[in-house]
C-alpha cells in the first residue's frame, strides 16, 4: 500500500477527525461515526487498493491507488449531490446495524486491509474502536449475505462518484 493511499486510508479510519465538528450523529449502538468500504484488486500482478467511505456529516470520498506520480487518486462528495448523499447515509446506516457481526480494534490501532485481490473489508468507525469484517467479494454479491446491503449501497456510491465525475469539464477531472 502506497504512502499516499495510507494517509487517506487513516484519515478515514479515525474518529478524531470528525468528533469536534458541528452536526455529527452518532449512529447505531455502538455510535458510529463513518464507515466505508475497502476493496483489494489485482492490477497485473500487483494489489492496489480502493476504499469507500462515508461520516454522518454527510461528506464521503473514494480513493485509490494507481500508477500517478503521486500512487493516488479520487474524488470527493456527498454535500450537493443528493442520490450520492443518500446512498452513502444508506451504507453509514447499515454499518451501525452490523458491527455486532464484525471484529473489533481499539480506537487508534492498525485497521487490517483486504489480505488479497477479491477480498473486501467493510468497517465502521466510532469514538472507542473500529469494527471491521473481511469477507471475499463474490460471498458479499450474494443478496442473501447479511452483509450484501452495505457492500451494494457501496457500489451505488462508486457509481455516482464515476457520474458526478463525468459530470465535470474534462479540465476539471482527476
Given at each position: 500500500m502506497n504512502k499516499a493511499y495510507e494517509n487517506m486510508r487513516a484519515f478515514w479510519l479515525d474518529a478524531k477527525n470528525v468528533e469536534n465538528r458541528k452536526g455529527v450523529i452518532e449512529i447505531g449502538p455502538e455510535k458510529?461515526?463513518?464507515?466505508g468500504v475497502e476493496m483489494a484488486l489485482d492490477d497485473a500482478g500487483t494489489i492496489k487498493h480502493l476504499l469507500i467511505a462515508t461520516n454522518?456529516?454527510?461528506d464521503s470520498s473514494l480513493y485509490f491507488e494507481n500508477n500517478s506520480q503521486s500512487g493516488l487518486g479520487g474524488m470527493i462528495g456527498?454535500?450537493?449531490?443528493?442520490p450520492l448523499q443518500e446512498a452513502a447515509?444508506?451504507?453509514?446506516?447499515?454499518?451501525g446495524?452490523?458491527?455486532?457481526?464484525?471484529?473489533?480494534v481499539p480506537a487508534?490501532?492498525?485497521v487490517p486491509a483486504p489480505s488479497r485481490a477479491g477480498q473486501v473489508c467493510l468497517f465502521a468507525v466510532s469514538k472507542e474502536q473500529v469494527f471491521y469484517k473481511e469477507?471475499?467479494?463474490q460471498e458479499l454479491r450474494n443478496p442473501e449475505n447479511t452483509f450484501y446491503p452495505m457492500f451494494a449501497y457501496s457500489q451505488q456510491v462508486i457509481g455516482l462518484f464515476k457520474t458526478q465525475e463525468m459530470q465535470r469539464p474534462p479540465s476539471a477531472r482527476a
Amino acid at each position: 500500500m502506497n504512502k499516499a493511499y495510507e494517509n487517506m486510508r487513516a484519515f478515514w479510519l479515525d474518529a478524531k477527525n470528525v468528533e469536534n465538528r458541528k452536526g455529527v450523529i452518532e449512529i447505531g449502538p455502538e455510535k458510529i461515526v463513518a464507515a466505508g468500504v475497502e476493496m483489494a484488486l489485482d492490477d497485473a500482478g500487483t494489489i492496489k487498493h480502493l476504499l469507500i467511505a462515508t461520516n454522518s456529516l454527510g461528506d464521503s470520498s473514494l480513493y485509490f491507488e494507481n500508477n500517478s506520480q503521486s500512487g493516488l487518486g479520487g474524488m470527493i462528495g456527498g454535500h450537493g449531490n443528493e442520490p450520492l448523499q443518500e446512498a452513502a447515509a444508506h451504507m453509514l446506516a447499515y454499518a451501525g446495524k452490523l458491527t455486532g457481526q464484525m471484529e473489533k480494534v481499539p480506537a487508534h490501532r492498525p485497521v487490517p486491509a483486504p489480505s488479497r485481490a477479491g477480498q473486501v473489508c467493510l468497517f465502521a468507525v466510532s469514538k472507542e474502536q473500529v469494527f471491521y469484517k473481511e469477507i471475499p467479494e463474490q460471498e458479499l454479491r450474494n443478496p442473501e449475505n447479511t452483509f450484501y446491503p452495505m457492500f451494494a449501497y457501496s457500489q451505488q456510491v462508486i457509481g455516482l462518484f464515476k457520474t458526478q465525475e463525468m459530470q465535470r469539464p474534462p479540465s476539471a477531472r482527476a
